[in-house]
């Protein structure tokens, strides 16, 4: 363990798996961080964050050598212990996956110290006789649970981190206490919910690692009928949450797939076929699997609140991305309070390892304010000046208006109370896969075809996801049934029942995708179809213009809720950059954009060209 007495600058980076990330935290605080996907717009981007890195360094106005760490989010040689001795035994199985994998270990993963080496003198423009910071590993489930206790405003707090796998553990326990992580116990390879979670994702027809959202937004459509199925054959849960699968019914150890034909066999049918038409077994194994899991994650806060005694609890992990069973938690759970780190997944494992060696190597001291984390509303990624803007949009030849602070908000409500759908890029990037008021495309709740057209004609998307909505912070209690802080979109929480619309005598016969255009609350676009929603609280000091807006459409309308959906269409990162955001309005049928103070309506601006990259002609750099 090291001391330091002066500020020190630690940048932390997660790559070579997916979502690669940098961070960069001075002195304990937290002052940049991004995922490379966003620069490269190259969907989970796993490559080394090359983009990333330079604009942490930037922000910190850093050379790579003025860092005095550098830091990796967990250790490779160990997974490699993992990987060979799982094929070790599953031999002979798995052999064509084992030739498949193991060459990219020994001609790189393996000598991943040396990758990072020449690529973080790649980034320095640096020689390799000029001297690098020195270059630290943390361990996988360590950086997942420094980047969900040491952002939180808890001096002491239980931390659970559940995902996929990490070198060995898929589920792990600690304590934070001040500036130390202290391990309780952890659940290793290949027994994983989130890997049990991602096979129904593959099951159901959906892409593994991306495609667990739309799992847990089908869910709602669909009865638990599979529950007893999946727990007596699938997963033995014990009474404290702790879990064993049975690997007779998946394929992950052995090869590329995530189930095999006893489990095609159990549930009598083969996996759908991607694109495919979703029927109501998919919606019943949706409903499912999401019911385990919240078993699962209930379990395992009561029996951690009761053998620790602590009032607390902090979360990470991709699994910590359900939102649905985060609500579940924290209404039904032990804990008083409930911390979640908004890019709960490996891209905020950056952040993590990079404060873990702060507080925990160089033992620096940690001071909890108590009432705000220190995630800066996860707003940590690049920002725009209006000139910089002008200067983009003129050489697109846009057509836009320049408002002053004043009349911004005034004139977007008005837009947005007009059922237009906005696209809003204001302020610093999230850091995370949410969108935040930072990076958006916003619509009027109140709208009953707002869902519709934003699924098809903006987001191109499956029409059965729901929306979230963006809510005053001081407003949440009048629309959900909630009395917290959510300011990262990672609680669902029930609509307020005065708000619920009752179904009609023929609704009520309805079931699954046919109550999807059935309005059920006075804001519809927002209310999934059991009368819950992904709420995000605003407030006036993480996101002074974004609440201003919640304001301004407040006084328009009597609503202090938008829809807030991610700026993107599906497949693509969410935007970064003015470019981004304009090439995404002028492909989409979105009818207001909105760069800072800079107000672009569709109906102004020159046709795209059809069949060509229309964006190429500009120089833009």
């Known amino acids: 363990m090291a001391t330091l007495s002066s500020p020190n600058a630690i940048l932390g980076i997660s790559a070579y798996y997916h979502?690669?990330?940098?961070?960069?935290?001075q002195d304990g605080q937290i002052v940049a961080a991004a995922q490379e996907e966003r620069f490269t717009r190259k969907k989970h981007d796993a490559g080394f964050p090359f983009h990333a890195v330079e604009y942490c360094l930037g922000q910190g106005g850093l050379t790579i050598g003025e860092v005095d760490y550098l830091v990796f989010y967990d250790k490779p040689l160990i997974k490699f212990?993992?990987?060979?001795?799982?094929?070790?035994?599953?031999?002979?199985?798995?052999?064509?996956?084992?030739?498949?994998?193991?060459?990219v270990w020994i001609k790189e993963k393996l000598f991943l110290r040396n990758l990072l080496d020449?690529?973080?003198?790649?980034?320095?423009?640096?020689?390799?006789?000029?001297?690098?910071?020195?270059?630290?590993?943390?361990?996988?489930?360590?950086?997942?649970?420094?980047?969900?206790?040491?952002p939180s405003p808890f001096q002491e707090?239980?931390?659970?981190?559940?995902?996929?796998?990490?070198?060995?553990?898929?589920?792990?326990?600690?304590?934070?206490?001040?500036?130390?992580?202290?391990p309780l116990w952890e659940i290793p390879f290949p027994h994983s919910m989130g890997l049990l979670y991602s096979a129904f994702t593959y099951y159901t027809g959906f892409k593994v690692n991306s495609g667990e959202y739309k799992v847990m937004g089908l869910a709602p459509y669909g009865e638990p009928t599979y529950?007893?199925?999946?727990?007596?054959?699938?997963?033995?849960?014990?009474?404290d949450g702790t879990f064993r699968l049975n690997m007779d019914y998946f394929a992950y150890c052995t090869g590329l797939r995530m189930t095999n034909e006893k489990f095609d066999k159990l549930f009598g049918a083969p996996r759908r076929e991607s694109e495919s038409e979703l029927t109501q077994r998919e919606m019943d194994l949706a409903r499912s699997i999401q019911e385990?899991?919240?078993?699962?994650?209930?379990?395992?806060?009561?029996?951690?609140?009761?053998?620790?005694?602590?009032?607390?609890?902090?979360?990470?992990?991709?699994?910590?991305?359900?939102?649905?069973?985060?609500?579940?938690?924290l209404r039904e759970g032990p804990f008083e309070k409930l911390w979640i780190q908004p890019a709960a997944g490996d891209a905020g494992s950056a952040l993590g390892a990079a404060l873990n060696v702060h507080y925990h190597y160089l033992d620096q001291p940690r001071h909890c304010e108590g009432l705000e984390d220190a995630m800066k509303g996860s707003y940590l990624g690049p920002s725009f000046t209006n000139d910089e803007i002008e200067q983009i949009l003129r050489k697109l030849e846009a057509n836009y208006e320049r408002l002053d602070d004043a009349m911004v908000c005034d004139r977007v409500a008005g837009h947005l109370a007009d059922e237009k759908v906005i696209g809003?890029?204001?302020?610093?990037?999230?850091?995370?896969?949410?969108?935040?008021?930072?990076?958006?495309?916003?619509?009027?709740?109140?709208?009953?075809?707002?869902?519709?057209?934003?699924?098809?004609?903006?987001?191109?998307?499956?029409?059965?996801?729901?929306?979230?909505?963006?809510v005053l912070r001081e407003r949440v209690s009048d629309y959900f049934d909630l009395d917290t802080d959510s300011p990262y979109m990672l609680l669902v929480a029930p609509v307020a029942e005065n708000r619920r619309v009752a179904l009609q005598a023929d609704q009520e016969k309805l079931f699954g995708i046919d109550l999807l255009n059935v309005p059920k609350s006075d804001i519809p676009a927002v209310t999934h179809v059991d009368y819950s929603a992904r709420v995000q609280t605003v407030t006036a000091s993480t996101n002074p213009r974004y609440y201003k807006l919640l304001q301004a459409f407040e006084e328009k309308t009597g609503c202090g809720v938008l829809i807030n959906t991610s700026f993107n269409v599906r497949g693509e990162p969410i935007v970064h950059t003015p470019e981004d955001a304009f090439r995404c309005f002028m492909r989409t049928e979105m009818d207001v954009l909105v760069?800072?103070?800079?107000?672009?309506?569709?109906e102004n601006q020159k046709p795209v060209p059809k069949d060509t990259d229309w964006m190429t002609e500009f120089e833009l750099d």
């Open 19 to 25: 979502d690669s990330a940098a961070c960069l935290v």
């Open 81 to 103: 212990e993992r990987l060979l001795e799982t094929y070790l035994s599953y031999a002979p199985q798995g052999i064509r996956s084992f030739l498949t994998a193991i060459p």
């Open 118 to 150: 020449k690529a973080f003198r790649e980034v320095g423009g640096l020689e390799k006789t000029d001297a690098l910071p020195p270059v630290l590993f943390g361990e996988h489930h360590e950086s997942h649970a420094a980047s969900a206790f040491f």
């Open 157 to 182: 707090a239980v931390v659970l981190c559940m995902d996929g796998v990490g070198e060995w553990a898929t589920t792990s326990a600690w304590v934070g206490r001040n500036n130390k992580l202290t």
């Open 227 to 239: 529950v007893k199925t999946i727990l007596d054959h699938l997963v033995d849960v014990k009474p």
């Open 292 to 329: 385990v899991t919240e078993i699962v994650m209930l379990r395992l806060a009561n029996s951690l609140q009761k053998e620790t005694g602590i009032k607390n609890l902090c979360l990470s992990g991709g699994v910590a991305l359900n939102c649905v069973g985060n609500g579940r938690v």
């Open 424 to 470: 809003w890029l204001q302020g610093r990037m999230e850091f995370g896969p949410r969108s935040l008021g930072g990076r958006s495309i916003l619509g009027d709740p109140r709208s009953e075809k707002m869902q519709s057209v934003m699924n098809l004609k903006i987001k191109y998307r499956e029409s059965f996801r729901p929306f979230a909505p963006s």
């Open 595 to 602: 760069l800072e103070n800079c107000v672009l309506l569709k």
